[in-house]
């Protein structure tokens, strides 16, 4: 240990700093230095459109398939800069469409012209999406590919002299007079071809750099020369929390709303020594418009803006221009995003005020997760090991996802087909007599799923409440059950008491559904003796090829040829429910399959038929679970044989499915407590 810990400390802070790539982000130089940057370099002049949509691009992405359907992943939504803490599941289809009305904005094909509008229930990662871009902005700005560049000028002279930076970050090629653009975007753009990047000059100066090209105009007789060096150029970087290049506005009381807070207001000190307020200098350029300038705007709840506030963002989106109080439009250059729930979307559908906020609005579904496996990554996310102390249980977030799918789905139309079926072809499991046609129809004709039911942040409360309870050194899936049942009393978005019923019988069904997991999974540890299931599953697949090729079998133990095992058929059969009508299509279709493998060099094995394997299992569960006595449970006698046996499924449990002692013990009671009630039937 040092003498001097403090200095050790020190020393890991001073060490762990960058100071080559700090010099480089903090670059500064001429405007001859930064039109060499432009010239070999014409990226760093793109639009904020661009420069997202490249940001998003930077970090790649994966093609997949989902109900025939060609989908991109975009590895930027997995929030790879801050080790996936605002990752985004299940949202990939609508990521889709927004990652494409940037690339279409990019590209200037009309909607660089609208406000994104995000729209789902609330807790559905709108906010989320647009913190991502929001960092991912910031990031990227600091990256040699993402540079982006803004000037100042150079006022007094010798020691006196200061930097006044443009309070807007904007373009220094903006510094262009308008008359001589063409030629100096011919001379930048020499020698590109059509599928390079191109130089454009888009806007002009902001009100105060136009007052200080002009002063510096006169002052230098129209010499354009001496004017321009005084400008300096720096490196740029985006900065929420220095209101660098994004912006965030949330609307308060409709009364108290004022356009200031978006386009700037006058500073009343400087009006005595500038002497007007109507001179740029006495103004600050500081309202969300300005400090978003070649960035991103997000606005919060957007449609609680008032309506006549909205002429300002209305201006923004379409013509790209604002207006501070008694100085002319400005240019800007940002993505405007909003984002806003079902019922203040509603209101603006309702509106005829709104008309024009409507024309000027892309809108962006963005629904609760309908897939059970991505529901259960945001929580295992959130109640990781390695951050919780408390044991959770096999299932328990599982339940905790399934339940709040459930919610979120509409009732299936077809009357063969539960909600809970519903939920598993979602997921990616194949039931019989559907496909994957089946399943994109059945999503095409429910319009609305997604948009109602309950949000993770319910779900993430009532484990949290379960995990806090000092009495439980455990957590189970009864337990947040019970959580989310009694928290459906005061839950304030739960509309009718109707609402509340339908909740309450989906939680039964859920129960219902963690009964036969549970069950199974008892089961498969009391049957985890392999050779056991692989001695069985022969003996099976000899009667069933004797049976359809007509012919004995050997019984070892007298070696007389018999009749195949109709009763040994029939009682693995019987598990998984194919009828006597149906037996012998089974049959063949277990020799067609074993027959197809062959053919490719390979050998059956029972895993490779999961029908099969489950029946199996069942079948030996059944033969075994008289021997171990798992009723005994729910009595205080267990002899030593007995309880030899349950500690061996009990370490199964803890080994296997990872259990610790006292779920594995509450898991072995429960399903005991099932058989010794008679209700034994497997599922």
């Known amino acids: ?42 990226e760093v002049t793109r639009s904020a459109h ?14 997949y398939v989902d109900n025939k359907k060609d989908v991109t992943h975009y590895r930027f939504f997995d929030d790879p800069e801050g080790d996936g803490r605002d990752a985004i599941y299940g949202l990939d289809i609508q990521l889709m469409k927004l990652v494409n009305i940037f690339k279409s904005a990019a590209k200037r094909y009309g909607t660089e012209k609208r406000v994104v509008l995000l729209h789902g229930p609330v807790g559905s990662a709108k906010s989320t999406i647009v913190r991502l871009l929001k960092k991912g902005l910031e990031t990227y700005s600091t990256k040699a590919e993402g540079a982006i560049y803004t000037f100042g000028w150079e006022i ?27 030629d100096v975007l011919a001379k930048l753009n020499a020698d590109r071809g059509n599928d390079q990047a191109q130089v454009r000059i888009e806007g002009d100066l902001c009100p105060f750099c136009r007052q200080q090209f002009s002063e510096l105009l006169e002052q230098n007789e129209g010499d354009l020369r001496q004017v321009f060096a005084r400008v300096r150029v720096k490196r740029l970087t985006l900065s929420e929390k220095d209101r660098i290049g994004i912006g965030t506005f949330q609307p308060k009381d409709e009364k108290n709303q004022d356009s200031t807070e978006l386009t700037g207001d006058i500073n009343y000190r400087k009006i005595a020594e500038y002497g007007s307020d109507s001179d740029p200098r006495a103004f600050n350029f500081d309202g969300e418009f300005n400090v978003a300038n070649r960035g991103l705007i997000e606005f919060i709840e957007v449609l609680k803006l008032d309506v006549a506030f909205l002429y300002d963002l209305l201006g923004a989106s379409q013509e790209h221009k604002i207006k501070p109080k008694k100085f002319p ?32 609005t892309v809108k962006v579904d963005v629904p609760y997760i309908t897939k059970l496996r991505e529901e259960i990554k945001i929580y295992v996310k959130d109640f990781s090991s390695h951050r919780i102390q408390v044991h959770i249980a096999p299932h328990t977030i599982e339940m905790a996802a399934m339940w709040a799918v459930l919610t979120r789905l509409e009732e299936p139309k077809k009357h063969n087909l539960t909600l809970m079926q519903k939920l598993k072809l979602y997921n990616g499991k194949t039931l019989p007599g559907y496909t994957e046609d089946n399943v994109k129809e059945l999503r095409k004709s429910s319009n609305r799923e997604g948009l109602d039911g309950i949000s993770p942040r319910y779900i993430q409360d009532k484990i949290s409440n379960a995990l806090v309870d000092e009495s439980a050194s455990h957590i189970n899936p009864f337990m947040v059950l019970k959580e989310l049942e009694s928290g459906l009393k ?16 989906l939680l ?47 019984n070892p133990f007298t070696g007389q040829d018999e009749a195949p095992d109709e009763r040994l058929m029939r009682a693995i ?27 490719d060099h390979k050998v059956f094995d029972y895993r490779s038929n999961e029908r099969l394997h489950k029946a199996l299992e069942l079948k030996l569960f059944e033969d075994q679970k008289d021997t171990i006595k798992l009723t005994s449970l729910v009595t205080s006698v267990v002899d030593k044989e007995t309880q030899e046996k349950i500690d061996i499924v009990k370490a199964r449990l803890i080994n296997n499915f990872g259990y610790n002692d006292e779920s594995a013990t509450d898991v072995l009671h429960f399903v005991a407590s099932i058989f010794a009630r008679g209700d034994s039937k497997e599922g």
């Not at 005061?490 to 309450?504: A, C, F, G, P, Q």
């Not at 149906?582 to 197809?596: P, Q, T, V």
């Open 573 to 599: 059969e019987e598990k998984i429910d194919i009828p006597e009508n149906r037996k012998e299509d089974f049959r063949r279709e277990i020799m067609n399959y074993i027959g197809a493998l062959a053919v």
């Open 156 to 182: 007094g002279e010798g020691d006196a002299a200061k930097i006044e930076w443009c309070p807007m970050h904007e373009e220094p090629l903006h510094l262009v007079p308008e008359r001589l653009r063409e």
């Open 490 to 505: 005061h839950h304030s978005l739960i509309s009718s008491d109707e609402v509340r019923t339908r909740y309450k019988e």
């Open 329 to 360: 439009q400005t240019d800007i250059d940002e993505v405007i995003i909003g984002h806003t729930n079902e019922p203040e979307y509603r209101k603006l559908q309702n509106n005829e005020y709104m008309e024009a906020l409507r024309d000027r």
């Open 1 to 42: 240990m040092s003498a001097n810990p403090g200095q050790d400390i020190l020393s890991i802070l001073t060490t762990a700093q960058n100071r080559e790539q700090f010099l480089e982000q903090h670059w500064r130089g001429s405007l001859e230095e930064y039109l060499s940057i432009v010239r070999n370099n014409p």
């Open 508 to 554: 039964a069904e859920v129960r219902k559904e963690y009964e036969d997991v549970v069950k199974n999974e008892v089961q498969r540890a009391i049957v985890a003796d392999e050779d056991a299931i692989s001695r069985l599953c022969a003996n099976y697949l000899d009667n069933v090829k004797a049976y359809t090729q007509r012919e004995k079998v050997r």
């Open 50 to 63: 661009e420069r997202l949509y490249d940001m998003i691009m930077s970090y790649g992405s994966s093609e």
